[in-house]
T-cell receptor, first 117, second 110 residues
Framework: KAGVTQTPRYLIKTRGQQVTLSCSPI?????VSWYQQTPGQGLQFLFE???????NKGNFPGRFSGRQFSNSRSEMNVSTLELGDSALYLC????????????????FGSGTRLTVV | SQQGEEDPQALSIQEGENATMNCSYK?????LQWYRQNSGRGLVHLIL?????REKHSGRLRVTLDTSKKSSSLLITASRAADTASYFC??????????FGQGTELSVKP
């Protein structure tokens, strides 16, 4: 069965621009989480969505936003890009929110490598 | 702050040796998970151990959990060059967010 698909794989943007990243979860998975990974900060939690509702949000500025569609696909948007937004953005999906008892682990996509110049 | 912290930060061993990585966490948990990441790609889920379990096996992987010490260990037996990767533990914080540690970078030399 198809895994988690993230598009695009690589992206180069200029400071001040905005960017939209896309994530298609595994078929049947309704929970999607987003992470930012940088060498300095490691893996930082951005958002978690379940059934089109944001369940959780990390400590990121309002320039970072996301949404989930009725088919469980998710997008995240970063506006007014800064050099520090350069990172690997990872999306992960699961059947249900992972924090619920009895849930299994996440399946991650390969990520979108964003470079801001 | 990180919920889980791995130790050591880096580990270099020869093929065929065993590799042990440790993880400490701060709050009570429902489960603890281990993931592997190869060179800047996506994370791969290795194993999930629930708070009422003490040990779990999956192939060459063995995970232990000590909730009294708030710690877990991941043992990879008979390591191979293909095991070279970063290994992360992850737990849910009280807000329900899955939080990752900084990871252990494992290098297995042929």
């Amino acid at each position: 069965k198809a895994g988690v698909t993230q598009t695009p794989r690589y992206l180069i943007k200029t400071r001040g621009q905005q960017v939209t990243l896309s994530c298609s979860p595994i078929s049947g998975h309704r929970s999607v989480s987003w992470y930012q990974q940088t060498p300095g900060q490691g893996l930082q939690f951005l958002f978690e969505y379940f059934s089109e509702t944001q369940r959780n949000k990390g400590n990121f500025p309002g320039r970072f936003s996301g949404r989930q569609f009725s088919n469980s696909r998710s997008e995240m948007n970063v506006s007014t890009l800064e050099l520090g937004d350069s990172a690997l953005y990872l999306c992960a999906s699961s059947l249900t929110p992972g924090s619920l008892p009895g849930s299994d682990g996440y399946t991650f996509g390969s990520g979108t490598r964003l470079t801001v110049v | 702050s990180q919920q889980g912290e791995e130790d050591p930060q880096a580990l270099s061993i020869q093929e065929g040796e065993n590799a042990t990585m440790n993880c400490s966490y701060k709050t009570s948990i429902n489960n603890l998970q281990w993931y592997r990441q190869n060179s800047g790609r996506g994370l791969v889920h290795l194993i999930l151990i629930r708070s009422n379990e003490r040990e779990k096996h999956s192939g060459r992987l063995r995970v232990t959990l000590d909730t009294s010490k708030k710690s877990s260990s991941l043992l990879i037996t008979a390591s191979r060059a293909a095991d070279t990767a970063s290994y992360f533990c992850a737990t849910y914080n009280q807000g329900g967010k899955l939080i990752f540690g900084q990871g252990t970078e494992l290098s297995v030399k042929p």
